[in-house]
C-alpha cells in the first residue's frame, strides 16, 4: 500500500510539513508497513516557493530589494533543475510589508519584484515562475518593468519612479532599455483571477480597496490606470483590458504579458507541473489532500482541486481532510475528491479548534485511514 501526502497548509495553525509528519503517522498505525511520500503544496500564493523548492530539492538565492515603498529590504527566490526560478511577488512587494498606517496604493511600487526578475536573469535562469498574489501595489507593474530597464515619460520626457500615482502621468513609454535576457526566457505568471485592468472589476476597484485605497484615491487611480492603458496600447499595440488577468496584483499581471511576454496560468496547476506531480502518482493507491477550510471556492483553483484533477486522470482515489465545510463544498467531488474528512469531532469554538489543532487532525487522520482500510474490506 503506497499513500501520496499533497495537502496545503491551515492558514495559521499547521504547516504542510507538520501535516505530513501527523499523516504519516497515522497511516503506519493503520497500515504497518505502508509505503508513504509526502510533498508540501500550495495553489501559486504564500509558500509557493517554499513547497517547489522542498520536493525538488531546490535552493533559494537571497537578493537585497527595494520593499513597496522603496525601503531596502533582505529577500529571496527559488532556483532548481539550473535553468528555472521560482519568484513570490508578495516576497518584495507584499500587503504585510506595508504597515497599516502608511498604506495608499498611490505610493507603492513593484519595483521590487522586478529586482527578483533582473536577479534571476542575471544568473542566467532562462524559466521563470512568478506568482503574483498578496501585492500591496496598484502601479500597473510599472516599477518591476522599471527596473528591468523599460523607462515610462511623464509629457516632459521625464522618467517616472513607477508608484501607483504615476499611472495618471504617463505620456510615452521607452521599451529599448529593456533586460537583452528578457526575450530568451520563458514567464509563466500564476494567476488565478481573471479582472480585466481596468472598470468596475479591474485591479483598482476589486483590490485597491484592501491595499488602502479610499473611495478618493480609487478613483485617481482609475482614471490613471485607464491612461496608462491607452500609453500601453499606443506603444505596444495590445489592449489589455483584453487579456484576462490583467488586473491582478495591481496590474503587475498586464505588465509581465505585454513587456515580457508572459503566459497566464493557474497557480496550483503551475505549481504541480514543477514539482512533476503526476511522476509522484506513479504506483500510489490513495492521495490525501486538504486545506484550511473547503467550500465553493476550493473548486476554482485550490489544491484539493488541483490535485484531485490529477488523481481523477489517473483513477486514484482522494480524500480531503480539511478544517471545516462551507457553502458548496461538495463541488470538489467533480474534481475528483471522493471525500471530505473535517478535523473538528465535536460542538467547538472557533478558538478551541485551532489551539487543539493538531490533536483534532491527528485524530481525523486516523479515522480516514480506518476509513479507507474497512472500503478494502468491503471491496474484497
Known amino acids: 500500500m503506497k499513500f501520496l501526502f499533497a495537502s496545503d497548509s491551515f492558514k495559521g495553525t ?3 510539513e507538520k501535516i505530513i509528519h501527523l499523516l504519516e503517522r497515522a497511516a503506519v498505525k493503520v497500515f504497518p508497513g505502508c509505503e508513504t511520500v509526502g510533498v508540501p503544496i500550495a495553489d501559486g500564493g504564500e509558500g509557493t516557493v517554499d513547497a517547489v523548492i522542498a520536493v525538488t530539492h531546490g535552493s533559494y538565492q537571497q537578493v537585497t530589494v527595494h520593499g513597496p515603498l522603496m525601503e531596502l529590504r533582505e529577500s529571496s527566490y527559488g532556483e532548481f533543475h539550473g535553468d528555472t526560478a521560482v519568484i513570490e511577488m508578495a516576497a518584495a512587494s507584499g500587503l504585510p510589508m506595508v504597515p497599516q498606517e502608511l498604506r495608499d496604493p498611490r505610493k507603492t511600487t513593484t ?43 511623464d509629457e516632459n520626457g521625464a522618467e517616472l519612479e513607477g508608484v501607483g500615482g504615476d499611472l495618471k502621468k504617463v505620456c510615452r513609454i521607452d521599451t529599448t532599455g529593456i533586460h537583452p535576457a528578457v526575450k530568451e ?29 479610499t473611495p478618493e484615491i480609487l478613483d485617481e ?8 492603458a491607452e500609453v500601453v496600447l499606443k506603444t505596444t499595440g495590445t489592449d489589455v483590458d483584453n ?25 496550483i496547476e503551475t505549481v504541480l507541473d514543477l514539482m512533476d506531480f503526476d511522476g509522484l502518482l506513479d504506483g500510489v493507491d490513495a492521495v490525501i489532500t486538504g486545506e484550511g477550510r473547503i467550500d465553493w471556492q ?16 489517473r483513477q486514484i482515489p482522494a480524500v480531503a481532510i480539511v478544517g471545516g465545510m462551507g457553502d458548496g463544498a461538495d463541488q470538489i467531488y467533480e474534481h475528483g475528491v471522493n471525500s471530505i474528512m473535517t478535523t473538528i469531532n465535536g460542538a467547538m469554538e472557533l478558538d478551541e ?5 493538531e490533536e ?21
Do not use: H, W
Open 14 to 16: 499547521l504547516s504542510s
Open 111 to 153: 519595483y521590487g519584484t522586478g529586482e527578483l526578475l533582473k536577479d534571476a536573469l542575471d544568473r542566467g535562469y532562462r524559466k521563470i515562475a512568478v506568482a503574483i498574489g498578496g501585492s500591496a501595489t496598484n502601479d500597473g507593474g510599472m516599477g518591476a518593468m522599471r527596473a528591468l530597464g523599460i523607462r515610462f515619460l
Open 185 to 213: 526566457t520563458e514567464f509563466t505568471v500564476m494567476c488565478d483571477v481573471n479582472n480585466p485592468l481596468t472598470g468596475k472589476d479591474g485591479a483598482t476597484y476589486t483590490f485597491g480597496k484592501q491595499k488602502g485605497g
Open 221 to 228: 487611480l482609475e482614471a490613471g490606470m485607464k491612461n496608462y
Open 243 to 267: 487579456i484576462a488577468g490583467a488586473g491582478a496584483a495591481g496590474g503587475l499581471g498586464a505588465a509581465l504579458c505585454v513587456f515580457l511576454n508572459a503566459t497566464l496560468k493557474s497557480g
Open 298 to 313: 476550493s473548486a476554482f483553483g485550490k489544491v484539493p482541486c488541483g490535485v484531485g484533477m490529477r488523481c481523477k486522470n
Open 353 to 357: 479548534a485551532l489551539e487543539r489543532a
Open 360 to 380: 483534532l487532525y491527528a485524530d481525523a487522520a486516523e479515522r480516514t485511514f480506518r476509513l479507507l482500510k474497512a472500503g478494502m474490506m468491503i471491496a474484497k
